[in-house]
């Protein structure tokens, strides 16, 4: 089985600013991969390669197989990658329902619409109860529930997920962890999480990468990564 997601060598570039330099990594079905990196490493530049939304060079990326460089940014929803953005990037005067509506906005059948609304609405019981509220006047963690639940509505196959810890209190970011456990778990939904939080993220995935001023220098198992001298010192705060 080739992998769901395949990317060799792509490099980045905005104007004189190197972002990526010949980045390769690969994302098999039903795995939870975690991308570790510090600020400005490279990691929202890779996730927005991958979702089209900057342009690469050199290299190329595979999804299902097939070459996904040439698709447009608003087609790759439509494959079924899903990307959940840094500092969540929800509609703050908009309410929870019409965020909902927005990342859905490929599902046009009405049933698949309120099977997919049940299903997110099950994994986050306090956005049913929230549905009416404007989302700008939630708590920093309902956001981050918001923005996933958002993400959920296309259905993804491949959800990406930049910092979904970032700025939260430890209770709220252990409830998030569990649900993007079960995400992946109950629905079979492929995961590539992306990072700083090393220690939740390694935590809470199959296997790793390390990038670095905008390489990779790290790869293998969460379980052998935890335990890196290296990753332990730059990561995990030496403890
Ligand atoms: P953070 O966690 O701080 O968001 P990151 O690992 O996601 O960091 P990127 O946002 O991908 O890193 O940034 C990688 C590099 O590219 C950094 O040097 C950053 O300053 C630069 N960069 C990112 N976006 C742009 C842009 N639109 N124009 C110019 N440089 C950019």
Redesign the pocket.
Known sequence: MPPLLEINNISVS??P?K?LEEVSLEIREGEVVALL?A???????LLNAISRLVPVSGGGIKYCNRDLTGVRADKVVRKGIAQCP?GRMIFPDLTVMENLHLGAYIVRDEADFKQNLEHAFNYFPVLSDRRNQKGGTLSGGEQQMLALARALMSSPRLLMLD?PSLGLAPKIIQQIFQIITRINREDNVTIFLVE?NANEALLHSNRGYVIEN?RITMSGSSADLRKDPRIIEAYLGGS
Do not use: I, P
């Not at 600020?39 to 530049?45: F, L």
């Open positions: 905005y104007g600013v972002a990196g600020n400005g490493a490279g990691k929202t530049s840094e910092e700083q905008g």
